[in-house]
């Protein structure tokens, strides 16, 4: 265990530099912090590079370590390094994992343009709820490294594929193995229940204010609506996951 | 159309005072913001005492003011007044209102403590979306007048009754009416759609870390649970919320 008292520290400053998007762009490298999300990373292999605890804090001693490198820091240094008000004086230096998804007879969901961070981790910790086998990040959604939305996610980053990817690409690729496609859309849709829960589908849910582009909706299957029964507009986009997804998947 | 250019102003001293529970439980007032939510609360009967607007703004031609009071003011003061990073210019100050709600025959939601301010307007705008007839806030729950809530209901709360209540006198009453309750729990609980959808029921939800309440799943006439297929450990409330609603209701 290695302990680091300055601020100035140049290893403070590189885990500093993770906060920004550009720089976990840069080195694939992202924090989480927090014994919750920390712990569940270290069950997931080969995620976590380098643990960062407060001189305080004891480690639960059901976490294992292996050879992690590990640092002690001082309480102004775990301030800086926390995205959070209060610090739970446990963070964690992780890697950006990549997968390799087989696209037959899974369970997938396409996010077209999601861009509030908390509505992004909680519709992967949804995904995750439901058995999805993987989440497509399209253009324009949020970075899914952020700190609230690794928050919003409780977790579940490190419980299934989070892939980014072009839509287009992936929903001709999907129907291509047979995969049903549905996609989301107030206008020119069906009510949900008029397919079937079925074993295999991928799902398309989009932006906040726009939904899903035309462009891809013209591609999918059928387009999919929530009836609204009261005066509401719309559900929220999370909301509108977990109805589809527990759903579709019977 | 009266003009307030002083930040001193006894008005906008009272009107600033909202912004905390304390002065709107004393007053019955409270303050929203925005072009989509006061909108909303126009359609709402009576709900709109005060409308305040930025110098700069041109009210929307379709709002029907009526014999509102309208105050203009500088932007300093529409800053002071906004609880958002980007004030819109459109504040409203509202009456909260009250309701009487039939127990018989209807499909209800029963709050236990949930204290996420942005959850519980979400699980208000989902159960506006549901078509569900009230909403009844238990002990414990988020104060749903402050601004962060607000927003999240996206005007739902002007839709559909939004009442404080015990939530032990409710779920006695409401079974007296035969209205089937059901609480929603990890243990001792059926995977929910082992209940078929109805045209009356009560739903609890509760805490977002400790659940519902023992001692009111005890007078539950079923407990639910939503099975989860993957590895997360729940789901986020206002998630559940909808899963569950949209069930139910059928």
Redesign the interface.
């Known amino acids: 265990m290695k302990k680091i008292d300055s601020i100035q520290n140049s290893r403070v400053k590189q885990w500093k530099k993770l906060q920004t998007k550009k720089e976990r762009e840069k080195t694939g490298l992202f924090l989480i912090e927090g014994f919750h999300l920390v712990e569940e990373a270290l069950k997931s292999q080969d995620a976590v590079r380098t643990l960062i605890i407060s001189e305080n804090i004891d480690l639960p001693q059901k976490w294992n370590i292996g050879d992690i490198e590990l640092y002690t820091v001082s309480e102004a240094i775990m301030r800086t390094l926390s995205e959070t008000e209060t610090p739970q004086g446990v963070i964690a230096v992780c890697e950006k994992i990549t997968y390799d998804v087989p696209l037959t007879n899974g369970k997938f969901l396409l996010l077209d343009g999601v861009q509030d961070p908390?509505n992004l981790g909680?519709i992967i910790?949804?995904?995750?709820?439901?058995?999805?086998d993987a989440v497509i990040l399209g253009e324009g959604t949020a970075d899914v490294y952020n700190s609230k939305t690794l928050r919003?996610t409780?977790?579940?980053i490190f419980?299934?594929p989070i892939i980014k990817g072009n839509l287009k690409g992936w929903i001709t690729e999907l129907k291509k193995q047979n995969v049903p496609v549905y996609g989301t859309a107030l206008e020119h849709a069906v009510p949900y229940q008029e397919v079937k829960p079925q074993g295999t589908f991928a799902l398309i849910v989009g932006n906040e204010g726009s939904g899903v582009r035309e462009e891809l909706l013209a591609l999918c299957d059928h387009n999919l609506y929530?009836p609204?029964?009261?005066?509401?507009?719309?559900?929220?986009v999370?909301?509108?996951?977990?109805?589809l997804t527990?759903?579709l998947?019977g």
């Open positions: 908390g909680t910790r949804t995904a995750d709820a439901a058995g999805l919003s409780q977790g579940s419980h299934l929530i609204i029964h009261g005066r509401a507009e719309s559900l929220n999370a909301v509108a996951t977990g109805v527990y759903y998947r």
